[in-house]
């Protein structure tokens, strides 16, 4: 256990991990399970979250006392509103974008995730099932990008299920190696 975390810290922290990582597990096995309606709903939440935040900006010009940039809320409102209005009318097309924009955080959290796995190589024993996680990531958005737009309909909710999947049995791993942990 590293010396500047107490016992208590790292209990806290690992319960944490735990219900953290197996969210996600649960997450991926539904997304698995039921490609399609996941790809569908990841899609029409994200329209809803586009709307949702063009609302609030959009009141936030109208109604706030900030003169200087109004104008620059009112342009971005819009702009959420109509992305989200086109992601939910538009599920088709809101899929096939959202495909390319997956593959690519995939592709970035595959890297990302292969530089934080090397760094806890020697400090941490379940540093391996990090790695697991990156490599599975970066090959998940090439198979994306690979099948792109064929396979739009399902891929997105079956990919986020496989990595949905993978990044919780990491986090519960890393939660299982706390207590051994040389450095967090």
């Keep these: 256990m590293p010396a500047n975390l107490s016992s208590a810290d790292v209990a806290k922290g690992r319960t944490w991990y735990f219900v953290g ?32 935040s063009g609302l609030a900006l959009l009141l936030s010009a109208l109604l706030g006392k900030a003169k200087k940039h ?3 809320d009112l342009a971005s409102s819009a702009l959420r509103l109509i992305v ?7 599920a088709l097309n809101g899929v096939i974008a959202l495909t390319l924009v997956v593959a690519s955080i995939f592709i970035v959290e ?12 020697g400090k941490n024993p379940a540093w391996i099932w990090m790695l697991l996680n990156a490599i599975a990531a970066f090959v998940l958005g090439g198979m994306l990008f690979a099948n792109f737009p064929s396979d739009a309909a399902w891929a997105i909710g079956l990919l986020f299920g496989i990595n ?12 299982v190696a706390m207590p051994q942990l040389k450095e967090v």
């Design 21 to 52: 990582g197996g969210l996600s597990a649960l997450v991926g096995v539904f997304a698995i399970l039921r490609p399609g309606a996941a790809t569908f709903a990841i899609e029409q939440f994200l329209g809803i979250i586009f709307i949702a």
């Design 70 to 72: 109004r104008l620059l």
């Design 84 to 90: 989200g209005i086109l992601l939910i009318a538009k």
């Design 110 to 121: 595959g890297i990302f995730g292969l530089i934080f796995a090397l760094k806890f190589r």
């Design 164 to 175: 949905s999947l993978i990044l919780g049995v990491s986090l519960i791993m890393f939660a």
